[in-house]
């Protein structure tokens, strides 16, 4: 199992000054950040990024949306990574997400939903490679 998992910092956080509240709770949850920066993506870098829901009807607000403003993008290190963060984060779905995740406390809706985190292992890699060059990453 991998120990890295990598996750978006959506533009409705950043838009609201949620960015270093998110960062603390990952943080205090035994994230480490090996690399960190702040991007507007591209319409291309969101549709690629996003290439797996282009089927998906909601896959062009996504994209719209996700390129509505800056982002912040990172790699994590942990033990159980991916299952770690994605537990952090909560459900989709910010009105079903747990009490206490990311999602649950600075989600707006389905689809604004705060923060981004990869699915598994394999996607974590590719999702990091987008990115990163292995270069800037370090703990
Ligand atoms: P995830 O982010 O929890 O892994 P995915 O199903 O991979 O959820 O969807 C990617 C992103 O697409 C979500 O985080 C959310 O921003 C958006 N999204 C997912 N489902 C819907 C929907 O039903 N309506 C609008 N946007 C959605
Ligand atoms: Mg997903």
Same mark, same amino acid.
């Given at each position: ?37 702040? &991007?507007?993506?591209?319409?291309? !870098?969101? #549709? %690629?990024?996003? @290439? ?8 062009? /607000? ?8 800056? &982002?912040?993008?990172?790699?994590? !290190?942990? #033990? %159980?990574?991916? @299952? ?8 989709? /779905? ?16 389905? #689809? ?28």
């Amino acid at each position: 199992m991998s120990n890295r998992t990598f996750t978006i910092i959506k533009p409705d956080s950043v838009r609201k000054g949620n960015f270093g509240k998110i960062v603390s709770r990952l943080e205090e949850q035994g994230f480490r950040i090996l690399g960190l920066k702040k &991007v507007a993506l591209t319409q291309r !870098q969101a #549709e %690629g990024f996003y @290439a797996v829901h282009s089927e998906r009807p909601f896959y062009k /607000d996504l994209v719209s949306y996700m390129t509505s403003g800056p &982002v912040y993008v990172a790699a994590l !290190q942990k #033990e %159980g990574a991916v @299952a770690s963060l994605r537990t952090a984060m909560g459900a989709t /779905d910010p009105k079903k997400a747990d009490a206490g995740s990311i999602r649950a406390e600075f989600g707006e809706s389905i #689809e604004q939903n705060a923060i981004h985190g990869s699915d598994s292992d394999e996607n974590a890699k590719n999702e990091i490679a987008f990115f990163f060059a292995e270069s800037e990453l370090s703990d």
